[in-house]
Every structure is written in structure tokens, then in C-alpha cells.
């Protein structure tokens, strides 16, 4: 379901955007040619996130105990190693797919479905995947930057990379009563719990930023770079906008 929506919004969006594509230097100059378009997707992705996003975030921070808000997301986190796991592999780290392989093992028995992070007690750390990064390590560029509807910035390589990570999640192919709202509810919970982990951090970049827009992109670019190198990357806690 998320990978027919991300298709069919990366469709659109190209083709309303192409047909406003701008021949500005300093925006080829950003790789950003789409950026009138962009602009205005931004726009509207923002003002969803106050009119909505960020009210129900602060709801859920305030309303949730910090103790089951910490439970859903390593529950999160967990369900996503299979996907950590995979990209691990196909980059050739044989450390970090052990860790996540013992990770999601300890996890999933120990820590009871993965509620409770028993690994990093354990000193097994965790570190974040996907294969937009698989690419970038394999020397895709990252293409003309684009933002989507609901989807925030989603550049070629990102888009195709969120595509693959799907259909490496085992859960994609399992079938159950009630498995779509399952999934359903397992994204809107991931969207909830990174908004509410982000607040305070977008919140002060917004106030201190002369043009949003151009600094969510910088932003966007250092954190994907960095992970791509293997550096920490700053400011990873932001949500797509």
C-alpha cells in the first residue's frame, strides 16, 4: 500500500513539476530545478503538519507516559531490523548485520516483542539502514531533489530506496485478519512517534531560519551524506515535511 502511494505521489508530482521547472542558477546550482513546485509542496506539507501533525504529537507526548511512548518505539525500531538487516548485508558490514541480527533476536525473546531494548543494555548498539543509503554507498547521486505531498523530501534515489526497503520487510507478504489495518496503524504510529521526538528541534530551526525551506533541504542533504559516509548525522530526528 505505502509503495503504490509513494509511486503514484512521485508520479504526479514529477509530472506537475516538470511542467514548472526553472531555469534559475542558483536553484540548478542547489540541483534543485523543481524548486517553484517544490516550494509550493512544501508549502502545503507544512501547513498540514501545524494544522495536524503537530497538535496530535503534542497530544500524544503529553497525554502517553514517557515509559509506553519509549515501548512503541523500540516495538518500531524492531520490526524494522529485518530491513536494517538486509541492507547490512548487501553494503558488506558484516559487524552491523550481526549486531542487528542480535539485536532483533534479543529483542523480539528478551525484551518481549521488542517493548523493551534489552540490546543496547547489553552494549549492542543501534544504527539506522535502507537501501536509499545502499545506494549511496554504491555511488548513486541522489538525483534532482523533490519533495512529495505527505511525503516530504523524497529525491529519485530516496523514493526508489523507501520502494526496495518495503519489499524487504518480510511482513509486506504475510497475510492475516485485519493485516491491513495492521499496517495501517504500524505507520501511523511510526509517523507519531518520529513527530513527537522531533518537535521541540523543528520547532527551533523554523524560528531561527530566514528561508525554512532552503534549510530543510541543506539539512536533508548533511544527514543522508552522512549517513551515506558513515559519519553521525546531525539534526536525524527531523520528520519529513
Given at each position: 500500500?505505502?509503495?503504490?502511494?509513494?509511486?503514484?505521489?512521485?508520479?504526479?508530482?514529477s509530472?506537475?513539476?516538470?511542467?514548472?521547472?526553472?531555469?534559475?542558477?542558483?536553484?540548478?546550482?542547489?540541483?534543485?530545478?523543481?524548486?517553484?513546485?517544490?516550494?509550493?509542496?512544501?508549502?502545503?506539507?507544512?501547513?498540514?503538519d501545524?494544522?495536524?501533525?503537530t497538535?496530535?504529537?503534542k497530544f500524544?507526548?503529553?497525554?502517553?507516559?514517557?515509559l509506553?511512548?519509549?515501548?512503541?518505539?523500540?516495538?518500531?525500531?524492531?520490526?524494522?531490523?529485518p530491513?536494517?538487516f538486509?541492507?547490512?548485508?548487501?553494503?558488506?558490514?558484516?559487524?552491523?548485520?550481526t549486531?542487528?541480527?542480535?539485536?532483533?533476536?534479543?529483542?523480539?525473546?528478551?525484551?518481549?516483542?521488542?517493548?523493551?531494548?534489552?540490546?543496547?543494555?547489553?552494549?549492542?548498539?543501534?544504527?539506522?539502514?535502507?537501501?536509499?543509503?545502499?545506494?549511496?554507498?554504491?555511488?548513486?547521486?541522489?538525483?534532482?531533489?523533490l519533495?512529495?505531498?505527505?511525503?516530504?523530501?523524497?529525491?529519485?534515489?530516496?523514493?526508489?530506496?523507501?520502494?526496495v526497503?518495503?519489499?524487504?520487510?518480510?511482513?509486506?507478504?504475510?497475510s492475516?485478519?485485519?493485516?491491513?489495518?495492521?499496517?495501517?496503524?504500524?505507520?501511523?504510529?511510526?509517523?507519531?512517534?518520529?513527530?513527537?521526538?522531533?518537535?521541540?528541534?523543528?520547532?527551533?530551526?523554523?524560528?531561527?531560519?530566514i528561508?525554512?525551506?532552503?534549510?530543510?533541504?541543506?539539512?536533508?542533504?548533511?544527514?543522508r551524506?552522512?549517513?551515506?559516509?558513515?559519519?553521525?548525522?546531525?539534526?536525524?530526528d527531523?520528520?519529513?515535511?
Amino acid at each position: 500500500m505505502r509503495a503504490r502511494f509513494s509511486l503514484a505521489a512521485a508520479v504526479c508530482a514529477s509530472l506537475a513539476l516538470s511542467a514548472c521547472a526553472t531555469k534559475d542558477p542558483q536553484s540548478l546550482a542547489q540541483n534543485d530545478p523543481w524548486e517553484p513546485g517544490n516550494r509550493q509542496v512544501f508549502a502545503f506539507d507544512v501547513q498540514l503538519d501545524h494544522a495536524v501533525a503537530t497538535p496530535v504529537a503534542k497530544f500524544y507526548r503529553s497525554a502517553v507516559p514517557e515509559l509506553a511512548r519509549d515501548s512503541i518505539h523500540n516495538a518500531l525500531t524492531n520490526l524494522n531490523a529485518p530491513v536494517v538487516f538486509v541492507n547490512d548485508s548487501i553494503q558488506g558490514d558484516g559487524g552491523k548485520a550481526t549486531d542487528t541480527f542480535g539485536r532483533f533476536m534479543v529483542n523480539s525473546t528478551v525484551g518481549l516483542a521488542g517493548l523493551i531494548d534489552v540490546a543496547t543494555k547489553m552494549g549492542i548498539p543501534y544504527h539506522d539502514n535502507d537501501f536509499g543509503i545502499t545506494l549511496g554507498k554504491a555511488g548513486a547521486a541522489e538525483g534532482s531533489y523533490l519533495v512529495l505531498p505527505f511525503l516530504g523530501p523524497k529525491p529519485p534515489r530516496d523514493l526508489v530506496g523507501e520502494g526496495v526497503d518495503i519489499a524487504f520487510d518480510p511482513l509486506t507478504y504475510m497475510s492475516w485478519n485485519d493485516s491491513t489495518l495492521y499496517m495501517i496503524v504500524r505507520v501511523g504510529l511510526g509517523v507519531l512517534d518520529s513527530r513527537a521526538a522531533s518537535i521541540d528541534a523543528v520547532e527551533s530551526i523554523e524560528r531561527s531560519s530566514i528561508d525554512f525551506y532552503a534549510t530543510t533541504r541543506s539539512l536533508y542533504r548533511q544527514n543522508r551524506n552522512a549517513q551515506i559516509n558513515g559519519d553521525k548525522a546531525q539534526n536525524s530526528d527531523l520528520p519529513n515535511f
